[in-house]
C-alpha cells in the first residue's frame, strides 16, 4: 500500500547528457525517503539548478556539495566513533606504556571507567588522541584503521561501523552526483581517519575528504620517503574552522552544505550567504527507536543555536523520524 | 618538411571509453613536442597505466597528477610572477601607508630599486607579501588578482602573464586528462593568487589547486559571512612541504608529478616511491633565446640537486630547447 502510493507520487524526471544522448530517468532518486516538505525542497533545487537557460541555473563546476560526516553521514551517539577507535587504540598501546596505570585520562580508560577519563574535557580528548594518532607513518596509519574497521563493533547495536551510515544520505549523495554535483566531506572528525574508507562507503574520494588534522613531517628511512605523524594538532576543523577548510582545500563556496550540529552553523551560514541559488539542510535526530534522540542539550552533536537559524533562514530541516523510511542500509523498509 | 615528419611519426592510437562507445583517437595529443625520449616516456607511460589487463595497470580514481606551478607550467623570471604583482600592489597601496617612504623594504621599492628591496631575504619577502596580500576578504582579493592579470604586462616580454604558459605541457595536461588522471597544481606560489585563474588556464578547477597559504578567519559583516585574510602564513608549500601538502590536500600518493626546481624534489621523490608504476618529471631551462635558460646558480627556480637526483632514478628530463617545439601557445611553430 505504501509502496504504491510512493511510486505513484515520484514520478519525477532528471536527466544526465553525454554527449548529445539524453538519458531520461523516471525513477525515484530518494527511495529512502517520505514524501514531504524535506525530500521536495531538494528534488526542487537540484532541478532548479540544472535547469539550463533559466537564472538559477549553476555551472556543474560550480556545483559544489559539502556534508559534516558524523551526525550526518553516519551516527555518532553514544560518542564519536573515532573516539571510540581512539579508546581501543589505548588498550592495544597500554604495554607499551606501563606509564599510563597512574596517568590520566589513561588510568580511568584501562579501568573501564571512560566516563571518568573524560572528566578532563577537551584536554583529556586530544590526549587521548594524541596517544593514539601520532607516531606512525601515514601508511602505518591508514592500515591500522582499516584493521580496526574490519572487525569492530558498535558498542550499543553490535553492527560494523561502517554499516551505521544513513542510506537516505547515500541516496542524497548519489543524487547529486548524478546530477553533475562534486561531493566534499567537511568533518570535525580526523581526515585521515576517515579517507581509508569514505570512497568504498560513500563514493567520496581522499581528495574530497576534509577534516581536523595533526601534523606530518616528511623524513626519508632507508633512501624511500615517509611522512610521519606527530603528536601536534593542525587544523580543528569544527565551527568557523569549517568555512575556513572549504576555502583553503575547496577554493569555492558551495551551493549546498548539509550538517547535524551547532558545529556546521558556519558552513551553512557560508554556503546559503553565496550568491547563486543554494540549499542548506539539518538533520535533526528525532528517531530513539531507530537510531537517536538528541538536540540542543546533548555533549555530542549539539544542536541548539542551530535550529534558530535554520526557522529565520528557511533552511530545510529534516526529521529523521518522520522523514525516513529507512535509517540504516540493512534496515528493513 | 618538419611537418611532415611529425604527422607521419605521431600515428599514436589512444582511446577514451564513454559507456560502451570506444573513439579512437590517431591524432597527436602532444604535436608542440619534438620527437624524442622524452616525449616517448611520457606516451609510453600513460598507455602502460591505462592498459586494463596489464601488470601496470590503474585504476582511473588513483591516475593523480601533480604539477609545480611556476617555472613549470609558466615562466618564473625575472622573478616571479607573483612577486611582480606584489611590487605593483606596493605602488598601489602606498598612498595608505605614508611610514613607507621611510621603511624598508618598501622605500627601495618605492624607488624603483628592486634589488635592494630584496636583499633583505626571505624576510623582506615575506613582509611584502603581508603588506600586499593581507587585510581583504577572499573575495576582494580574488577580484584584485583577475583585475590585475587583466591589464598586467610581463616587463620583457610585455605579454600577459597568462599567455606566458607552456603550450607543450597545455598539451600533456590535456592529455593525461584524456586519459583518466586528475590534475593538480602543487606550487610554492600563493594558493589563492592562483584560484582565479587556472580552471580558464589551465583547466584545474580551485579545488585541484594547491599552494602555499597565509591564515584566514571567518567572521559576519553586516549580518553576511566573509573570511578575511590574515598576515600570518599558514603554509609554504615548497620543498618537504609539498608532499605534506598532497598528503594533506589530496590523501593518496601520486603516479606522476612533474617540477622544474629543488623545490620540486621531495615531491618527485613521494611520487616515485608509490608502488604504482610513476612517473617523475623534470622541466629544464635551456632555452635562453625562447624562455630562459638557467639551473644550478639561478636564485628563482635553482635546479642543482635534482639533476643528480634525476640521473640517479631515471626520471624523465625535459630540455627545453630541445623538446620543445614552441613554448607559449602564441609563439609560431
Same sequence: chains 1, 2.
Avoid at 539548478?49 to 549553476?58: L, N, Q
Avoid at 555530542?300 to 529523521?320: F, S, Y
Amino acid at each position: 500500500m505504501m509502496k504504491i502510493r510512493i511510486v505513484a507520487t515520484l514520478v519525477l524526471t532528471y536527466s544526465v547528457t553525454f554527449g548529445s544522448m539524453a538519458i531520461a530517468q523516471t525513477t525515484d532518486p530518494l527511495p529512502s525517503w517520505n514524501d514531504g516538505k524535506a525530500k521536495e525542497s531538494i528534488v526542487e533545487f537540484v532541478a532548479k539548478v540544472t535547469k539550463e537557460g533559466s537564472a538559477d541555473f549553476v555551472p556543474p563546476a560550480e556545483r559544489i556539495a559539502t556534508f559534516d560526516n558524523d551526525g550526518t553521514l553516519w551516527s555518532e551517539q553514544p560518542m564519536y566513533f573515532q573516539l571510540l577507535f581512539a579508546l581501543d587504540r589505548v588498550k592495544v598501546l597500554a604495554s607499551q606504556h606501563p606509564e599510563w596505570t597512574d596517568k590520566e585520562p589513561f588510568a580511568s580508560l584501562l579501568r573501564g571507567d571512560v566516563k571518568a577519563a573524560l572528566e578532563g574535557g577537551e584536554h583529556a580528548i586530544l590526549e587521548i588522541v594524541m596517544a593514539t594518532h601520532a607516531g606512525n607513518t601515514t601508511e602505518e596509519f591508514r592500515k591500522i584503521v582499516q584493521d580496526w574497521l574490519a572487525t569492530a563493533k558498535h558498542p550499543v547495536t553490535e553492527r560494523p561501523y561502517t554499516e551505521m551510515v544513513y542510506r537516505p544520505m547515500l541516496e542524497l549523495l548519489a543524487f547529486l552526483r548524478a546530477n553533475g554535483f562534486k561531493t566534499f566531506i567537511v568533518s570535525g572528525g580526523g581526515i585521515e581517519f576517515m579517507r581509508p574508507w569514505t570512497e568504498k562507503i560513500y563514493g567520496i574520494p581522499p581528495e574530497q575528504v576534509i577534516g581536523s588534522s595533526i601534523k606530518t613531517k616528511f623524513e626519508m628511512r632507508d633512501g624511500l620517503p615517509v611522512l610521519v605523524r606527530l603528536p601536534e594538532l593542525d587544523f580543528f576543523d569544527d565551527k568557523e574552522g569549517k568555512p575556513v577548510a572549504i576555502n583553503q582545500y575547496i577554493g569555492r563556496q558551495p551551493i549546498a552544505a548539509f550538517g547535524n550540529s551547532d558545529g556546521d552553523l558556519q558552513m551553512l551560514q557560508w554556503t546559503c550567504a553565496g550568491k547563486r541559488l543554494s540549499f542548506c539542510l539539518y538533520v535533526r535526530h528525532t528517531d530513539a527507536e531507530r537510531e537517536w534522540a538528541y538536540d540542543r542539550k546533548s555533549s555530542i552533536g549539539r544542536l541548539d543555536k542551530g535550529i534558530g537559524e535554520a526557522q529565520a533562514n528557511g533552511w530545510t530541516v529534516v526529521d529523521m523520524k518522520q522523514d525516513w523510511k529507512v535509517v540504516y542500509p540493512s534496515d528493513k523498509q
